[in-house]
């Protein structure tokens, strides 16, 4: 679904909550804020709800009772271009990290104060209407990163492809776009947690040059600059 984006009292917001009375006191607040609000307990229920009228926001609870909210992160994150906010009663460090690694652009923990997810919602919003309407496919001489099947694929003879995780395509499609620039860090971790952002980054790169080189993808470098953060190299 192509974004569209729209003033920030237009916009939809879908509550994915299966607790009546979460659900209810985030609906009331969210009208009281001008958003348009929809409710979803179910993931079938989200399903047809982002189908039928795609959201600007989804409030995404990870402890549904039928199917795991990460799942349902994941699916909204390839499938749809609303923000993802995951508001969750669930605090650990690895769901954090685990929230944050499969797109989504917030993690809010139960209790919370609704005037905190009113502020996550606005910088939600406007981050998105700041960011660039990519298209489903971006593409470098003869490779092609299918954004949302998560692949990358080679024109060669014969043509391979690999299979990519949804933190592995984030950080190619900002090599690719800046392709021959330098990507300071930040840019390749500006979705991480601060927490892991040092120690997950290269290991996100090291994975994506592990598979390129199987797939013998050796014109397509991604090259570290010491101090700075890295360059995608395409060539001999």
Do not use: W
Request: proline share 4%.
């Amino acid at each position: 679904m192509e974004r569209i984006n729209k003033p920030e009292s237009e916009a939809e917001i879908i509550v994915v909550e299966d607790d009546p009375r979460m659900a209810c006191m985030m609906e009331r607040n969210l009208h009281a804020a001008g958003y348009r609000v929809r409710r979803a307990e179910t993931g079938r229920e989200l399903r047809i709800a982002y189908q039928y009228n795609a959201p600007d926001v989804v409030l995404l609870d990870l402890n549904l009772q039928a199917e795991d909210g990460i799942d349902l992160a994941v699916e909204l994150v390839t499938a749809t271009s609303a923000a993802v906010i995951i508001v969750t009663a669930r605090d650990s460090l690895e769901d954090r990290i685990l929230g944050l690694d499969v797109g989504a652009d917030d993690y809010i923990i139960k209790p919370f104060e609704i005037k905190e997810l009113l502020a996550r919602i606005r910088a939600a919003l406007r981050k998105r209407s700041l960011a660039p309407s990519l298209s489903r496919e971006i593409n470098l001489g003869p490779y092609h990163l299918n954004r949302i099947a998560q692949t990358l694929s080679h024109d060669g003879y014969p043509p391979t492809k690999i299979s990519l995780t949804n933190t592995e395509v984030r950080i190619l499609t900002v090599l690719l776009l800046n392709h021959s620039r330098v990507v300071c860090r930040e840019q390749l971790t500006s979705h991480e947690i601060k927490e892991s952002v040092d120690r997950s980054i290269d290991v996100h790169i090291g994975n994506i040059r592990r598979k390129l080189r199987k797939a013998e993808m050796h014109d397509l470098v991604i090259c570290p600059v010491r101090g700075l953060g890295y360059r995608l190299r395409h060539g001999a």
